[in-house]
Every structure is written in structure tokens, then in C-alpha cells.
């Protein structure tokens, strides 16, 4: 995956291929956006350590960032209108759905206090982007109650995500080890998170 990856980091490309897989992560979440990103990372650290090939043409890694961030927000936003559009088939969905149903009470009343963190914890857990946005625009949540704090999570999670891939390749080089130990992190904030969500605090 690093070379194929690789291959693209002289690009441009590599910013929309970035972005394009961490937008549709709302609607499927089981595409690798995380691992694209890291590895895009990794590959930007070790050819800037090294200095193989041509050090200037690996991926800018603020430019990495805010491609990931930007895509996160844009995503949920699009999720978040169609939710609200969506009407009575899709409260009809949702009300089948114990998760959403649950998800959707909880975010409620975290953004009715003024608070989301929900929001920001969700970002990182498995699927936890798709419930609160759908969940927010289905619950027809204010933009302005629900926007700030998906830009914090697209931000905090484009930072760490890049963090980890940019110093795993710093400290262990681009190999599959360093890509590997990055992912296992991503993945244990993922478990973290998950397991945050369902505490009654954030459900109070």
C-alpha cells in the first residue's frame, strides 16, 4: 500500500484522492479513509527524512491535513441535509434503528446544553460520523448548534490521524511496521471513543 500510495505523493492528486474517500466515509464507512490518510503521511515523513527522490514533491502535510479536515466537515454537512430532507421514510428508518434512535436523543440534548463533544468523540469511533450526522439532520438540529463542533472533529481527527502517520514514518521509516503501529492508534482511539459514547455521562 506505501508504494502504491507512494507513487501518488508527487501529485496533486493525492490531495483529491484524500478527500474524495474521507467524504464518502459518511454514507460508507467501511472505506480506509484513516489508513489512506496515514499512509499518505508516512509516505510524506519518510521521503522528507530521507530525502530519496524529490524531497519537494512528497505531500505538504499541513496541505494533508486540511484536504482530510475540509472533507470531514463537507461530508457530514452533506449527510446532515439529506438527513433533514429526508422525511418520513427516513423517520421511519431511524425509528427502526435502536442506534440512531439512541444517538439521536443523545445528541440532542448535548447540543440543547450548548455542549458537543458528542460530536468530536464520535468523529473517531467505527461508523460514529454517519449516526450523528444523519442523527442531527433527521432530529432537525440547528446548523449553527451542530457546525462548530463538526469542524472541531474533522479538525482533531485530520491532526491525529496525520500526526500519527507523519511521526510513525519519522521515528520507524516507510515500511509496513510503521504503518501498522499508526493504524493499530488510529483504531484503539476508534475502540476509545466507541466506548465513550455509551457512557451514561454523555447520554445525561
Known sequence: MLESVGSLTGSPWIYVVVAVSVLLDVFLPVLPSGVLVIT??????????????????????????????????????????????????????????????????????????????????????????????LGAGAAHRRVREFLPWSILAGVAWAAYSVALGYFGGQWLGATWIATAVSVAALFAAGAGAAFLVRRPALQD
Open 40 to 133: 499518505a503521511a508516512t509516505a510524506a515523513a519518510a521521503g522528507s527524512a530521507t530525502g530519496a527522490g524529490v524531497p519537494h514533491e512528497v505531500p505538504d502535510i499541513l496541505a494533508l491535513t486540511l484536504s482530510a479536515a475540509t472533507a470531514s466537515v463537507l461530508g457530514d454537512l452533506v449527510a446532515y441535509r439529506l438527513a433533514w430532507r429526508g422525511g418520513a421514510r427516513l423517520d421511519r428508518a431511524i425509528a427502526r434503528s435502536r442506534r440512531l434512535t439512541s444517538a439521536q436523543e443523545r445528541l440532542g440534548a448535548a447540543l440543547s446544553r450548548g455542549g458537543g463533544a458528542l460530536v468530536v468523540i464520535a468523529r473517531f469511533a467505527p461508523a460514529g460520523r454517519s449516526v450523528v450526522s
